[in-house]
């Protein structure tokens, strides 16, 4: 079936979904600015430390974040074809699949947490402040799991307020947490890590309970189902090459900062942070397409998909030009901000320029991306990120070979990061304007 889309109420329903997916996702790497305000506080070295620990732990959550993205695919396309006990069963197999992958995951960081953070080559001072706040961040690595595969259930259901609102509390409770055990208990970096982890473990119980209360009036089955959690799991396996190798890209910047020198790689992660921040904006019309394209396609919609798709990489475009605009005008204050060291200020506000530049390259590939996993396009994802990782290789070893420390060398990284996602960019372009991926049907 196929309808020809009204724009005006295309517009609506894309602003429904992404505006509130947009407010929580701002929401949500604020939990690592905000750690990285505090703790920039302690010193140079701990700010490092962090952006080390930072870059560990969110591979260790992110390589799983097709317990949202897939979730919000799949549910949605039930969704769309009329099955929504359905769709909330395929919700649940994700969540108890985040059970037992965080699980792992939590052991497998803390046991390997000193000789993964040593493999980055900082400083002492740095490798043990990074130890200290990973090992904590360990507990919290269940629950985070968790509010990903609950998010995916919900956004697949149409529904991206309600995580809005635990994303807010859930922060605003980081952040005082983060405070009064950071400074005011004396707990250092460790204050900062535990502050994270409480809050995560309050809104995964939130967000469980919100799904399960809409599972109960459907009567859609609440027990752990072994064929289920295995259907979730290989459905994963595409998307969970393509996270790698994005996280992959994001560890390898990581370590070539690291080698230009304790200063540069503190900046780093700030920059990183607000990137990340950034990303995660643009973002939410990723998720609004997951939503859309998944329940469109369930139903049958082929223009509805097409036409989507074109209005938001449009939106994609010219948000990114708007964030643009607004890093160049606040790259200086930024700086100010989370450290007192002008070595960092220096390398840091440069790096910002270079981060405002790729902005609108961002919005396209972020947008596409998440078109794409709505139709379940994973297959293609999974082996097209691999090349593109591979485009980035020589990029990376070339700034790292160069051997600059100061403002010039995180500058050259920079643009080989900005260089690799105008990459990603025009692949996700030449893909979308292809019909194989729209495939219709729950």
Not at 289 to 303: E, F, M, S, T, Y
């Amino acid at each position: 079936m196929s309808s020809t889309p009204d724009r005006s109420s295309l517009r609506r329903e894309v602003l429904r979904l992404a505006v509130p997916a947009f407010l929580a996702l701002v929401a949500e790497p604020l939990f690592l600015l905000a750690d990285s305000a505090i703790v920039g506080h302690l010193g140079t070295a701990a700010l490092a430390g962090l952006g080390v620990a930072s870059a560990v732990l969110l591979t260790a959550v992110n390589i799983f974040v097709f317990l949202a993205y897939g979730t919000t695919a799949v549910v949605a396309r039930r969704l769309g074809a009329g099955d929504q006990r359905g769709a909330l069963s395929a919700g649940i197999d994700g969540m108890w699949l985040a059970v037992l992958l965080g699980v792992l995951a939590a052991a497998a960081t803390a046991l390997w947490a000193q000789p993964v953070v040593e493999v980055f080559g900082a400083t002492p001072g740095a490798t043990a402040e990074a130890v200290t706040y990973l090992r904590v961040s360990t507990i919290g690595i269940p629950p985070m799991l968790v509010v990903l595969a609950a998010t995916g259930v919900l956004r697949g259901l149409q529904d991206t307020r309600t995580p809005l609102v635990v994303s807010v509390v859930g922060f605003t409770t980081n952040a005082l947490l983060s405070l009064l055990l950071v400074h005011g208990v004396g707990w250092g970096s460790a204050g900062a890590a535990w502050g994270t982890v409480l809050a995560q473990t309050g809104m995964a119980v939130a967000m469980t309970a919100v799904v399960v209360r809409a599972a109960r009036r459907l009567d859609a089955p609440l027990g752990f189902a072994a064929s289920g959690v295995l259907r979730a799991a290989a459905g994963g396996v595409p998307l969970l090459v393509r996270t790698l190798s994005l996280r992959a890209v994001l560890l390898l910047t990581t370590w070539v900062a690291a080698g230009l020198g304790e200063p540069e790689l503190a900046a780093h992660q700030v920059a990183m942070t607000v990137w990340s921040s950034l990303a995660f904006a643009l973002d939410a019309l990723a998720i609004a397409a997951q939503a859309l394209v998944g329940k469109a396609l369930g139903a049958g919609d082929v223009a509805g998909t097409r036409a989507a798709t074109a209005m938001m990489v449009r939106w994609g475009v010219w948000f990114g030009v708007v964030l643009a605009v607004l890093i160049v005008a606040t790259h200086r204050v930024v700086a100010l901000a989370f450290s007192t060291d002008p070595r960092v200020h220096a390398a840091l506000g440069a790096a910002l320029l270079v981060v405002a530049l790729g902005q609108p390259v961002s919005g396209i590939a972020f947008v596409l991306d998440g078109v794409l996993i709505g139709a379940g396009d994973a297959r293609w994802l999974a082996w097209a990120q691999t090349v593109f990782l591979l485009a980035y290789l020589p990029l990376a070893l070339a700034v790292r070979a160069l051997d600059q420390v100061g403002v010039t060398g995180l500058v050259w990284l920079w643009l080989a990061y900005t260089a690799w996602m105008a990459v990603r960019a025009a692949g996700l372009t030449w893909r979308s304007r292809q019909d194989t991926w729209m495939v219709t049907g729950a």
